[in-house]
């Protein structure tokens, strides 16, 4: 984990032209539990209404307290804006449950109407909090379209179907690649290189062959048992003692497999991404391990399980701070030049405000 410091040259490292800056994520889970229980008593004594300043509150303190080279990040977001977006969203909700439950056979147009109104509300959240994220004063800017997204989503979602969800990573894979490329700080935009995309793709393909091989395992260990059972009964014998067992025992062994896949899929792809993703002179290093998710997922769930969700303060800010333990800043040369270069060619080029939705996406 990096140690937390407030002097630049303490966090960094030179390697020839080169400064490494290690990501700190500094905040404490006693501070944040206090923040967090304000926010949810609040949230349900204005039943929901005070949700949007929540999550503003929330994102502050987190990204104030994430630094790189001994500064923060701002997160700028006018709550009210958030609402605004939240209300829009939920009578949209009401009008399609209504649908769904008065009339349901136009059922229809509440997918048809989902599939074209997808890539829009991506669009916009991910401009909304590029919009709203600063870095020494420099705010970040999305400029994808909708346009793209939507092509992106028809085409590769098109390719999952007719392959029976083969096609997925190739879908996720492009849309992740479309919002990293869509983004800049200040007026420089992020690349991410073609290397990315076969450590990307990868993981899903291992994934998907190891769980063929044991499902078949599964299926085969089930049904040996079923007929086990089956024969007992035939027979007229009780069932064996250890069947019960044997199929706790195999349930437990499907479930700690998708835990497994998960945590497998996401360290791989998150590495893949960050490894290859630069802006200007600055790029990235991620060293997620499979492992060390699976213990810290687990570990999160059943804390958050035993304490009946108290627990979920502390189970946040201990993942983000693995994240960031994982993270390296590598710049060629300062970063003070750099932001302030930013700052200055965004003064002249200036900026528009994005839409008042705000829409949490996991690309």
């Not at 926010?39 to 999550?55: D, P």
């Not at 502390?314 to 700052?343: I, P």
Request: with cysteine; net charge positive.
């Amino acid at each position: 984990m990096a140690l937390p410091s407030t002097d630049r040259g303490a966090a960094a490292s030179v390697a020839g032209s080169e400064k490494r800056h290690a990501v700190e994520f500094t905040a404490g889970a006693g501070e944040y539990f206090r923040i967090w229980i304000v926010n949810l008593a609040l949230t349900i004594v204005t039943l929901g209404i005070y949700s949007a300043w929540a999550k503003v509150r929330k994102r502050r303190y987190f990204y104030g307290h994430t630094r790189i080279d001994g500064e923060a990040f701002e997160y700028r977001a006018n709550p009210l804006a958030i609402l605004k977006g939240r209300l829009i969203a939920v009578a949209l909700f009401a009008v399609f449950y209504a649908i769904g439950h008065y009339a349901p056979l136009y059922i229809w147009v509440i997918y048809l109407v989902l599939l074209f109104a997808g890539p829009w509300l991506v669009v916009r959240s991910l401009a909304f909090n590029a919009y709203n994220t600063a870095y020494r004063n420099v705010r970040f800017a999305f400029s994808g379209t909708y346009r793209t997204c939507l092509g992106l989503v028809l085409g590769y979602g098109l390719l999952t179907l007719v392959t029976l969800g083969l096609g997925f990573p190739f879908l996720r894979r492009r849309l992740v690649q479309f919002a990293a490329e869509s983004h800049s700080y200040g007026t420089t935009r992020f690349a991410l290189d073609e290397g990315f995309k076969k450590p990307f793709v990868r993981p899903y393909f291992v994934v998907i062959g190891v769980s063929f091989l044991l499902g078949i395992a599964l299926v085969v260990f089930f049904a040996g048992v079923g007929i086990v059972a089956g024969a007992n009964a035939k027979a007229g014998a009780r069932v064996p003692a250890w069947m019960p067992s044997a199929m706790i025992a195999g349930a437990v062994v499907f479930y700690a497999l998708i835990f497994l896949q998960i945590a497998y899929i996401k360290a791989r792809t998150v590495n893949a991404v960050w490894n290859h993703l630069s802006v200007g002179p600055v790029r990235f290093a991620s060293a997620l391990r499979a492992r060390d998710l699976i213990w810290l997922y687990f570990s999160n769930f059943v804390a958050v399980m035993l304490t009946v969700g108290l627990a979920t303060p502390w189970a946040a800010v201990r993942s983000m701070r693995y994240r960031a333990s994982k993270t390296t800043v590598v710049a060629s040369g300062m970063l003070d030049g750099f932001a302030q270069a930013e700052a200055q060619r965004v003064s002249v080029a200036g900026e528009e405000m994005a839409d008042f939705f705000d829409i949490d996406i996991a690309l």
